[in-house]
């Protein structure tokens, strides 16, 4: 065999069981995995004694406001987060100015995008024109899926939203008619807006603490309801539908009935309902202001049972960042706050924390963030699995001390709106992660350069040019 281009040495490599083996690559991809004590010939090596070797984790739900709002970072400072994170690809959400809903709009993001990665991109359309042919244009030209809100834009960011926000249930299911056409997923911001309406005007009158209040404007039932809708109308349709960030027991139960019945329905998770509660919005006030909000903690032991089960299938991080003034504002007022939090440097350790913890296992972390995403998105087996021939995105986990998280640290540029988990304790950190065979980040360091992560595509390999539309 040809001398490899790098090997990782010394790692418990995850595939469908944990094994101590060495990981060759190639040309950007994975060219063999060899018996631990086989010699290596290979330019560079990593060590990693002891540490986890997994198929680099796949963000199917992430923002980022590039070209707009600089100061809530970019596409650089958000993909160094990525690498930084352990996380190899992202999947970018289309509201951007204007909302990502037209082929020229995506085309011009898109090239932003592919300018500064750091890791991986998959770029969202959004359908909410119900423009067909353009559609169609969206997705030749490379569309990773759609997404689309069942709510209006958020007041005062009407053109961020432009075609992706729905008037009606009548708007959503013609959008779902062309979405089953096209073939490709749509990801659903499911929470119903006249119940929204009607929740956030008695929330304002609400005595009691602020904090409070924002679970109060938008309790289980919105995001139960519509979701409701759109299970019942993604058997009337066809089109395959992907519940974005369940935060309540009540969605999780319409969730299993749905699969129960045979509806094309996914549904993921995000780390925030897994590991808060109202408690710790006390704390964190308009910094833990989230769409859908942080719940009960019934809820947050609902939705461990709904992973256990196998009702939901992802853990996304709805990485959001907004500047500290801008959270800050809203102290007193969460009901004023920006919605998101910053979520992919802590996506990875909180989910080792709770593998260690005997909550997970590793391998069924690796399902959920590498594997399950990856198949559901067209890109296994090109991404979400080691394997020879498989794009060589790994990620190297240390396993071998505990540590806090501390607000203020990290890549991303809303590092220091971390509050809901400043203070966690956590085990390990990524050591290091490899995006198309480049180091992107090592020990504590990013040392990639921006373009090391490329445009993804359904059904393709990111290590091979790709010609674009
Ligand atoms: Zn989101």
């Given amino acids: ?73 970019d596409f650089a400072t958000e993909t160094r987060a990525a690498a930084a994170g352990g996380v190899t690809t992202v999947f970018e959400m289309p509201i951007s100015k204007p909302g990502t809903s037209t082929l020229e709009r995506w085309q011009r993001r898109r090239d932003i995008a592919a300018a500064k990665a750091h890791v991986n991109i998959g770029l969202y359309a959004a359908p909410g024109l119900l423009d067909g042919p353009d559609l169609r244009r969206l997705v030749d030209a490379g569309a990773i899926g759609f997404k689309l809100f069942m709510t209006k834009a958020v007041p005062g960011r009407e053109d961020e939203f432009d075609g992706l926000v729905t008037d009606s249930l009548a708007h959503v299911y013609e959008a779902m ?93 995000c780390p925030h309902y897994l590991w808060c509660t109202e408690d710790d919005l006390e704390r964190a006030g308009p910094f833990g202001v989230i769409n859908p909000p942080i719940r009960s903690a019934a809820d947050r032991d609902a939705l461990w049972a709904a992973l256990a089960d196998g009702t939901l ?104 709106c971390n509050l809901l988990f400043d203070g966690a304790e956590v085990v390990g950190r990524v050591h290091a992660t490899i995006v198309n065979g480049g180091v992107a980040y090592l020990d504590g360091a990013i040392v990639g350069e921006p373009g090391l992560g490329r445009i993804v595509r359904p059904g393709a390999s990111t290590t091979e040019p790709v010609a674009t539309a």
């Fill in 177 to 269: 008619e062309l979405m089953q056409e096209l073939g490709l997923r749509c990801v659903f911001h499911a929470e119903e807006q006249s119940l929204i309406d009607l929740h956030q005007a008695r929330a304002a009158r609400m005595p009691g603490p602020d904090h409070l209040r924002h679970d109060a404007s938008r309790p289980a039932v919105v995001e139960a309801t519509a979701v409701a809708a759109l299970v019942q109308m993604s058997l009337a349709t066809g089109c395959k539908v992907h519940i974005a960030h369940v935060s309540s027991a009540a969605t999780a139960d319409v969730v299993r009935h749905a699969k129960r019945i045979g509806a094309p329905v996914t549904a993921e998770t």
């Fill in 313 to 416: 299938d992802v853990i996304a991080t709805d990485h959001a960042p907004f500047s500290r003034p801008e959270k800050e504002a809203a102290i007193g007022d969460v009901l004023s706050a920006p919605p998101g939090h910053p979520g992919l440097e802590t996506l990875l350790p909180l989910l080792m924390t709770a593998a260690e913890e005997g909550r997970l296992s590793v391998e069924r972390v690796v399902e959920l963030v590498c594997e399950r995403p990856a198949r559901m998105f067209d890109l296994y087996p090109f991404k979400g699995v080691l394997a020879p021939g498989s794009d060589a995105d790994i990620t190297i986990y240390d396993r071998r001390e505990r540590r806090v998280v501390r607000c203020g640290e990290g890549e991303s540029r809303a590092a220091d």
């Fill in 1 to 73: 065999m040809s001398r490899a281009d790098l090997a990782i040495v010394g790692g418990d490599v995850v595939t469908t069981h944990v094994g101590r083996a060495t990981v060759l690559v190639r040309d950007g991809r994975i060219a063999a995995l060899t018996a631990p004590e086989a010699p290596v010939d290979a330019a560079r090596v990593i060590d990693a004694p002891g540490m986890l070797v997994i198929p680099g984790v796949i963000d199917i739900h992430f923002h980022c406001r590039d070209p707009s709002y600089p100061h809530r970072g």
